[in-house]
């Protein structure tokens, strides 16, 4: 079993940047595919990235292409997600998640495919 910590989260102004850190604890970070998903109040929890085991190869939802970057470092058992051109709707609870699977091309969006989760950072962008 392992255990997730996020870190990082805080109020920034629109256009500004962050970057999220998930330290793994308990077994080794490389067993898993790593996801990032976020939920702002009274909406549902909505998926951001995911990164394989390898660190090859990532996924992002449409509205943080080319704005957030996904990453891992196995040595380190962290996962970043470096958040830049922020804007107010990336407002939200930010939780990074854990799946013992190989990635899973058709299902890594869903909620209920990942295991293990952290208790969230909370991420406010001003306007």
């Known amino acids: 079993q392992v255990q997730l910590v996020e870190s990082g989260g805080g109020l920034v102004q629109a256009g500004g940047s962050l970057r999220l850190s998930c330290a793994a604890s308990?077994?080794?970070?490389?067993?898993?595919?790593m996801a990032w998903f976020r939920q702002d109040s009274g909406k549902e929890r909505e998926f951001v990235s995911v990164i394989s085991m390898s660190g090859l190869t990532t996924y992002y939802t449409d509205s943080v292409k080319g704005r957030f970057t996904i990453s891992r470092d196995n040595a380190k058992n962290t996962v970043y997600l470096q958040m830049n051109s922020l804007k107010p709707e990336d407002t939200a609870v930010y939780f990074c998640?854990?799946?013992?699977?190989?990635?899973?091309?058709?299902?890594?969006?869903?909620?209920?495919?990942?295991?293990?989760w952290g208790q969230g950072t909370q991420v406010t962008v001003s306007s």
């Open positions: 308990g077994r080794a970070l490389n067993r898993y595919t």
């Open positions: 998640a854990a799946d013992p699977a190989l990635l899973n091309s058709r299902r890594y969006r869903g909620v209920d495919e990942y295991d293990y």
